[in-house]
């Protein structure tokens, strides 16, 4: 990085000018590294220790031992299976609804920016508000409205969040992020070429062909850039699990599982070991998904 | 023929779309409900109105975590702007040559889970005594949300015609002027959504909060999960408190759809 900045172009404009770019990004470049980098530096070092914030006295170096622990109880697969599947079903989910919600929207009709408005409300919602308002008022066994229409349709109340909690993460994370997805493959359809459109209906294409060879290749890069932002937000999702499952039913993602070592077990060394590890996987997925849609960020879509 | 389709669909198009609003809808009826009738078995519709629940907030004390979150979403936006403005303009209108790599610097800090610095930032706010400091919790906050307001920024930055920086540049203008006279009032619109959306990510942050937090600094989102533990009814008063705590957010993001829009694409949607 550093070596990147000193390295400039051999433009013949004065000392100082070539100085402005690096005096003008070093403030951001410094405060992000020494908020983000430097406090992932000292996970590693907590990483080699043996330290309990219980017995702080006990504090000694642990070399590896740490690691040993974390890759020998059997808690670290199924959390990474925990986040990789609750990350992935939700993103499809809320990629599926939100394309259904954008495919509805993209036509003229009375109040059709009220119905868009009423759509993208959920994704506003502060999110530890919408866990905890599915989780009393939606799902709950007694109060919830779920659980009235599944007795009225003549079944017994579900405990959703107790049961399948799983599921009910799930649908809370489609229910806020889907109208994200919405709000930017709205933004693809409505970018459609109208002649297109015409000429294939002049053809006699039907409405379903006309999607399928048509819209989705036209909203392929919208896809892939609601895919990869709705991947950053979702991956780190911590609200629903503390709130609604406590990490029961198969919720324990990596998020959660260091919280309850570090701040339930006060178990310094281990959650920082857990830390490091999921650092390392989260690196490791970041850069070949990054790596791929980069060139569609610099560039734009449109352009 | 035709028009009846089109009034089928865009009847179920609204009958989904009020259905999809419908808990956001129920959170605001229960919060003007009493304990009992949010508690009903049967979901009430007809009710006798109260501000019981709001009142009830108040004596809880949520000005304060209201207070909390406010400040801690001004500074943080604040400190965001003031470091993203200058490295964004680097990075688009006098880009330097390894642009790819700063950019792609700032997004993997983004990508890096919260959990790789919560451990030593807990420990090290401990030692400087700053833990459950509302400062501290912002400047946590602006981290968080720099890369971001980095992306957005370059975005609309790069929209900048290279004509009329050209012409100021000819006029003579030095940096300053140029930025600050030419540049900036062009991406005013931009800038309001990178601060925006900031502002609405630190005002609905859990995580840091509940944690880097406790008696003076905690803001409203961890207030709202303290209703969770306890005793008794509490569906009216817990949705009162979300209904206040999202209805900013929500009113904003109303108004300043487009701009939210482009905003969170950071740039790849126009």
């Known amino acids: 990085m550093a070596a990147g900045l000193k390295r400039q172009n051999q433009e013949k404009s004065p000392v100082k000018e070539k100085l402005l770019p690096r005096k003008l990004i070093a403030p951001a470049l410094i405060f992000s590294i020494v908020l983000t980098q430097v406090p992932f530096l000292v996970t590693i070092y907590f990483s080699l220790m043996e330290w309990n914030l219980l017995k702080p006295q006990e504090k000694a170096f642990a070399g590896i031992d740490n690691y040993i622990y974390v890759f020998q109880t059997g808690d670290l697969l199924p959390a990474i299976i925990a986040t990789v599947g609750l990350t992935a079903f939700s993103v499809i989910c809320s990629l599926l609804v939100g394309l259904f919600f954008a495919v509805l929207l993209d036509r003229k009709f009375r109040g059709q920016s009220v119905a868009r408005t009423l759509i993208i409300t959920p994704f506003l919602i502060m999110p530890a508000a919408s866990a905890l308002i599915w989780k009393f008022s939606m799902f709950d066994t007694n109060i919830g409205i779920i659980n009235y229409i599944v007795q009225k349709l003549g079944f017994s109340a579900i405990g959703w969040s107790t049961q399948y909690p799983y599921i009910s993460v799930i649908i809370l994370l489609t229910w806020q992020y889907a109208p994200f997805m919405m709000l930017i493959l709205l933004s693809g359809l409505q970018s459609q070429s109208r002649e297109v459109l015409e000429a294939a209906s002049v053809d006699r294409a039907g409405i379903w062909r006309t999607f399928a060879f048509i819209t989705l290749p036209h909203l392929r890069q919208y896809t892939e850039i609601a895919i990869l932002l709705g991947t950053i937000m979702l991956l780190q999702a911590f609200d629903p699990v503390a709130i609604m499952t406590k990490g029961t039913g198969g919720t324990k993602t990596l998020a959660y599982l260091l919280y309850e070592r570090a701040f339930v077990g006060m178990n310094v060394g281990q959650a920082a070991a857990y830390g490091v590890v999921t650092v390392i996987l989260t690196i490791i997925v970041a850069t070949i998904s990054l790596r791929s849609l980069f060139k569609v960020f610099i560039s734009g879509v449109n352009k | ?270």
């Open chain 2, 1 to 270: 023929m035709r028009s009846t389709k089109a009034i089928l669909i865009t009847g179920m198009t609204w009958i989904i779309a009020v259905t999809y609003f419908f808990p956001v809808a129920w959170m605001f009826i229960n919060s003007f409900k009493s304990e009992n009738d949010a508690a009903s078995l049967t979901p009430k519709f007809v009710f006798k109105p109260t501000l019981e629940s709001f009142s009830r907030l108040a004596d809880r004390g949520m000005i304060d975590y209201l207070t909390n979150s406010l400040m801690a979403s001004v500074i943080s936006t604040s400190v965001v702007l003031i470091l993203a403005i200058p490295a964004a303009y680097a990075l688009s209108i006098r880009p330097i040559v390894k642009v790819q790599d700063a950019l792609f610097f700032f997004i993997s800090t983004r990508f890096m889970p919260a959990a790789a610095s919560i451990l030593p930032l807990f420990i090290i706010f401990k030692n400087l005594r700053v833990l459950d400091n509302i400062f501290a919790l912002s400047l946590v906050y602006a981290a968080m949300n720099l890369p971001i307001a980095i992306w957005m920024m370059r975005s609309f930055l790069s929209e900048v015609p290279q004509e009329v920086i050209e012409a100021s540049r000819i006029d003579g203008a030095n940096f300053e002027t140029e930025l600050w006279s030419v540049v900036l009032p062009i991406v005013l619109p931009g800038i309001a959504a990178v601060a925006l959306i900031c502002f609405i990510f630190s005002w609905n942050e859990y995580f840091f909060s509940v944690l880097l937090t406790s008696a003076n600094a905690k803001t409203t989102p961890p207030f709202l999960a303290s209703f969770v533990d306890g005793r008794g009814q509490f569906l009216a008063v817990l949705s009162a408190a979300s209904t206040v705590a999202a209805l900013p957010v929500i009113l904003a993001g109303w108004f300043a759809q487009k701009q939210l829009v482009r905003g969170l694409a950071m740039g790849a949607v126009k």
